[in-house]
């Protein structure tokens, strides 16, 4: 008797412990002030062996776009799947900024959705949207260092192979890198010294990860910046942080194998915008909205595989929630709906407070791309939208654009204003060193005086001009192309609910 009972609970102890990890898991990696200046986007100069091997097994986006290219109000994008001139997250949140979502936007926002979809959900680094009640965790992950994807993968790891909650997870990982910031390499023998990205100084390492150090002269120098000394030694320094994230990736994917997880978890890899150099960050070119998005989802037959249908960060909340089935995909919003009266009276929300500034939260402006993945061939949006007003908030000069495969139209709406600089791209020793040559100096496509005084539109050829060198709005061959996007981003400012539509008429 004692012998089967003995065997009865050492069955019951096996049986315990191979209890199998939740399925449709989902990691969000989100990097902060990212070019898709990867391997796999063939930079040939970027060390990031491990996001070109999420490339290799899952599918790589030729043509992912930012909504805006600054901190908090991209990120609220794409935690909530609306524009942020809509979601109220018009620029920064934190300090003197405080820019807020309103409130109703709960019913939409992906942490919230995802519970409500039986998720556990879980955040660890960079915040920088509010209210809380809105974008909601249930666990965060504290004291991490945002400079250190490696010891933020491994602070994740209880939350990830947590097997006491059967429930599947979903995880906000967001480093720092690759931001400015850490104060400049002194040791350069420029007299404009390079910011060093978070790097350490004096060539030191992070703890637990392998250093990558760039040569300035190999780096690759994209076309929106002037190819100088100062732009390459701070383009070193911006690879070196990029491939310290790409030792996050590769932690995280080393968890996630030894928690038998690899193979139930989708991993989408993204950046909030683009570069953080004058011409990227704050700005509505190229180089300000061009973002890495690769994705693995271990469900899909067809990975190893690129595609071109153009996409944006008003998808991913959708997407994400149609992964985890909790989307109504006929009426583009979550199944399962809160009660907004009780969430008012839970969070203490009165009607004066202008919860939704009028209108209802209640169906996303993006839309699932999940059959992309099915099918690289499948087309997604055929225009994208764009709406920049703030980065911090002394910086009002509202940018508005559409974009399709054949054209691009900017329409700068505070035009006689000269553009405002943040500060960390003012002092960048890339802007400094070309700002001291005088209004004629060239900065990549245009002149130090053409980036600060801008015209009221810019049209660009897109396919054949790629790099936005000529300024078509002006041209008289193109008067009825410059009509038609004008008619174009009006039309999708109507349909984003976008308040700076009435410029049109009163300015």
Not at 16 to 40: H, K, Q
Not at 185 to 190: A, E, F, N, V
């Amino acid at each position: 008797m004692m012998k089967f009972f003995a065997s009865c609970l050492f069955s019951l102890v096996t049986v315990a412990s191979i209890t199998p990890a939740a399925e449709r898991n989902v990691i969000l990696f989100i990097t902060d002030d990212e070019s898709p200046t990867l391997g796999c986007y063939g930079d040939a100069g970027a060390v990031t062996p491990a996001i070109d091997a999420i490339a290799a097994d899952g599918m790589l986006f030729r043509n992912a776009f930012a909504t805006t290219a600054s901190c908090s109000a991209s990120r609220s994008v794409v935690m909530s799947g609306i524009h942020n001139h809509r979601n109220g997250q018009f620029g920064h949140q934190h300090h003197y900024h405080k820019f807020n979502s309103f409130s109703d936007v709960a019913q939409l926002a992906l942490p919230r959705v995802m519970s409500r979809s039986g998720y556990r959900t879980g955040h660890i680094g960079k915040y920088h949207v509010a209210p809380e009640s809105v974008y909601h965790f249930e666990t965060y992950l504290k004291g991490s260092n945002g400079r250190n994807a490696v010891a933020m993968a491994e602070m994740s790891k209880p939350f990830i192979a947590d097997q006491a909650d059967d429930r599947p997870f979903f995880l906000y990982f967001a480093p720092s890198d690759p931001h400015r910031g850490g104060g400049n390499d002194k040791t350069s023998s420029l007299d404009l010294k390079p910011n060093l990205f978070g790097n350490k100084r004096n060539r030191g390492h992070h703890e637990g990860v392998e250093e990558v150090f760039y040569d300035p002269a190999k780096v690759t120098v994209p076309p929106f910046l002037p190819d100088t000394p100062e732009t390459r030694s701070e383009l070193a320094q911006y690879y070196q942080s990029c491939s310290r994230v790409d030792q996050g990736v590769a932690r995280l994917v080393k968890i996630l194998k030894e928690a038998d997880l690899y193979d139930k978890t989708m991993i989408l890899f993204t950046s909030d915008h683009g570069m953080a150099f004058a011409g990227g960050k704050t700005t509505v070119y190229e180089g300000g909205l061009r973002v890495p998005m690769v994705v693995r989802d271990p469900y899909q037959e067809k990975r190893g595989v690129e595609t071109d249908a153009m996409i944006s960060h008003i998808d991913i909340t959708p997407t994400i929630l149609d992964f985890a089935g909790g989307l109504n995909r006929e009426k583009n919003r979550p199944k399962k709906l809160i009660d907004l009266k009780q969430f008012h009276q839970e969070q203490h929300v009165s009607d004066m407070d202008n919860p939704n500034g009028n209108l209802p939260f209640d169906t996303y402006h993006g839309k699932s791309w999940l059959p992309v993945l099915a099918d690289p061939a499948l087309p997604h949006h055929k225009q994208i939208f764009a709406s920049h007003t703030f980065h911090e908030i002394q910086m009002y000069y509202p940018m508005r654009v559409v974009r399709d495969s054949k054209y691009k139209l900017i329409w700068n709406i505070a035009h006689p204003l000269p553009y405002p600089f943040a500060s960390d791209l003012w002092a960048a020793s890339s802007w400094q060193a070309q700002l001291a040559k005088g209004n004629d100096a060239p900065y990549g496509q245009m002149t130090v005086g053409d980036y600060v005084q801008r015209p009221e539109f810019e049209l660009f050829d897109i396919a054949a001009d790629p790099y936005e060198s000529t300024n078509l709005a002006t041209s008289p061959g193109h008067a009825d192309i410059l009509e038609l996007y004008q008619g174009k981003l009006k039309d999708a400012q109507h349909q984003y609910e976008d308040p700076w539509v009435m410029k049109w008429d009163y300015e």
